[in-house]
T-cell receptor, first 115, second 114 residues
């Protein structure tokens, strides 16, 4: 079946602009996660959604970052007033539900470059 | 707080030889341990996980990992390496204290030479 998809695959933007990154999870998966992969910070958790529950935003690095998940499926990660340190690969993952034993399946990522 | 350490930035092995990629963890509860592989310009692919039960876990592409509670380790192994195994490998942990996120190690680059 189809895996997690993300768009765009690459995004180049100018400092100060807003960007939106999209994630389509595996059909039927209720849990959705965003991570960031950067050279200096490795892989770090950003935000997590489980069904209709309030999201866990504990990993968002600043208030310029926000995310939403509409209809319990597609998610959008928005970065406002981008900074050069936001340059990274943004990875989305989904799992059938949020149990600790559940495997998270990752998308190919969006590579963001802020000039 | 939970953490994972991958002490080797890079592991070099000749094709056909056994390989080991090391991972140690530090958690305050029961660990749930995962290995992922990342090929260039690709996302993370799941290899295997330890939840409970047998300490030796078998996964995709001939990989296996051994959970050792006393040494707090979860090393990834393969009996015979392939050139195509060359990639970046990540160990990750979740703990049974309500955290839903994966905490990743810094990654180990595996280079298999022909």
């Amino acid at each position: 079946g189809a895996g997690v998809s993300q768009s765009p695959s690459n995004k180049v933007t100018e400092k100060g602009k807003d960007v939106e990154l999209r994630c389509d999870p595996i059909s039927g998966h209720t849990a959705l996660y965003w991570y960031r992969q950067s050279l200096g910070q490795g892989l770090e958790f950003l935000i997590y959604f489980q069904g209709n529950s309030a999201p866990d935003k504990s990993g968002l690095p600043s208030d310029r970052f926000s995310a939403e998940r509409t209809g319990g499926s597609v998610s959008t990660l928005t970065i406002q007033r981008t900074q050069q340190e936001d340059s990274a690969v943004y990875l989305c993952a989904s799992s059938p539900w949020a149990g600790l034993e559940e495997t998270q399946y990752f998308g190919p990522g969006t590579r963001l470059l802020v000039l | 707080a939970q953490s994972v350490a991958q002490p080797e930035d890079q592991v070099n092995v000749a094709e056909g030889n056994p390989l080991t990629v090391k991972c140690t963890y530090s958690v305050s509860g029961n660990p749930y341990l995962f290995w992922y592989v990342q090929y260039p310009n690709r996302g993370l692919q799941f290899l295997l996980k330890y939840i409970t039960g047998d300490n030796l876990v078998k996964g995709s592409y001939g990989f296996e990992a051994e959970f050792n509670k006393s040494q707090t380790s979860f090393h990834l192994k393969k009996p015979s390496a392939l050139v195509s195994d060359s990639a970046l490998y990540f160990c990750a942990v979740r703990v049974s204290t309500g955290f839903q996120k994966l905490v990743f190690g810094t990654g180990t680059r595996l280079l298999v030479s022909p």
